[in-house]
């Protein structure tokens, strides 16, 4: 009877400590599966971490890359922009430059003119007749027929005093600053010239002629 008794406590005993030994292997593989999965959890956040970092880095790449296009894209404008503006600085530049050595040649000519007409007056003064043979041409008709028919022969005085005539003159007032133009229009002015002083000077001295045979029978 005893030895039953006692036989039941040794299995009770050994079942107590089975259930214990088996309470303590569940908790520690829980332990184990938790540790496991918070290292789970770390790795994954770990790589969670690193994607998001690439994926962060290659955005700030590209918003860089796109940064750094832009930014080009804006210096090539500027310069562009200031290469226009220089060129267009330059030929204004140029057109004043053009224009103020414009305005020096019109001014020599028109210097040039003036003394080509002060010469004008001067020899045209220093040319003319005698008070009275003036006198005795303003007689004689036909002398007054050919002063008429003289392209040089206008209304106005200082055409009147020119000895190249009104057509010399107007030549001379049109004439081109350079280029083939200008000997053309110089071998014009030198023809012309040419023929009216000849005209001139001969109707001069048949004036003259025609005065000395009308002061002959005058004073016969």
């Known amino acids: 009877m005893r030895s039953q008794t006692d036989h039941d406590i040794t299995y009770q005993g050994s079942d107590a400590e089975d259930q214990l030994s088996a309470v303590l292997h569940r908790t520690i593989q829980y332990g184990t599966h938790l540790q496991n999965s918070l290292d789970d959890i770390k790795d994954n956040t770990k790589r969670l971490f690193w994607w998001t970092s690439i994926l962060v880095t290659i955005c700030l790449g590209l918003f860089l890359l796109a940064q750094l296009i832009r930014l080009r894209k804006e210096l090539t404008t500027l310069v562009q922009y200031q290469e226009l503006f220089r060129r267009m600085w330059e030929e204004d530049r ?127």
């Open 94 to 220: 140029e057109i004043e430059l053009e224009r103020v050595e414009e305005q020096r040649r019109e001014k020599q000519l028109e210097e040039r003119r003036k003394q080509a007409r002060y010469v004008a007056r001067s020899r045209a003064s220093s040319t003319d007749p005698p008070r009275d043979i003036q006198r005795r041409t303003r007689i004689g008709s036909p002398r007054r027929e050919r002063a008429a028919e003289e392209p040089y022969a206008a209304t106005s005085p200082y055409q009147r005093l020119s000895p190249f005539g009104s057509q010399v003159d107007a030549a001379l007032d049109t004439a081109p600053l350079q280029g083939a133009d200008r000997d053309e229009w110089v071998r014009r002015v030198a023809s012309m010239t040419q023929g009216l002083r000849r005209d001139y000077y001969g109707n001069q001295s048949q004036g003259e002629e025609e005065g000395d045979d009308g002061g002959d029978s005058i004073y016969s």
